[in-house]
């Protein structure tokens, strides 16, 4: 059974400072592994949208929107993907989910509330 499981979420004020963090159990990734893993977010009425993700060896992309604020890191030992998040503003507002993609599937996390107040 595949697990993603997220954490640190919260309510911080604009301009301070989030970790995100994403940890992905199961069967399928001890066989297939985790080529990508990444952040996607959605505030309420809007799709969901990517945030940032990181590949196996390290390449990064990110929405232009988070470039130069955001971070994405993994551990590939703990199968964990993190998103260090600064400078925080009110549109960073939104559900943010994990997802760990592989040659078998895509998986997503249940989602993480990140508030920004003003």
């Known amino acids: 059974q595949v697990q993603l499981v997220e954490s640190g979420g919260g309510l911080v004020q604009a301009g301070e400072s989030l970790r995100l963090s994403c940890a992905a159990s199961g069967i399928i990734f001890r066989i297939f592994g985790i080529h990508v893993m990444g952040w996607y977010r959605q505030a309420p009425g809007n799709q969901r949208e990517l945030v940032a993700t990181?590949?196996?060896?390290?390449?990064?992309n990110y929405a232009d929107s988070v470039k130069g604020r955001f971070t994405i890191s993994r551990d590939n030992a703990k199968n964990t993907v993190y998103l260090q998040m600064s400078s925080l503003e009110p549109e960073d507002t939104a559900v943010y989910y994990c997802?760990?993609?592989?040659?078998?599937?895509?998986?997503w996390g249940q989602g993480t509330q990140v508030t920004v107040s003003s």
């Open positions: 990181i590949t196996r060896d390290g390449t990064t």
């Open positions: 997802k760990c993609s592989n040659p078998k599937n895509d998986y």
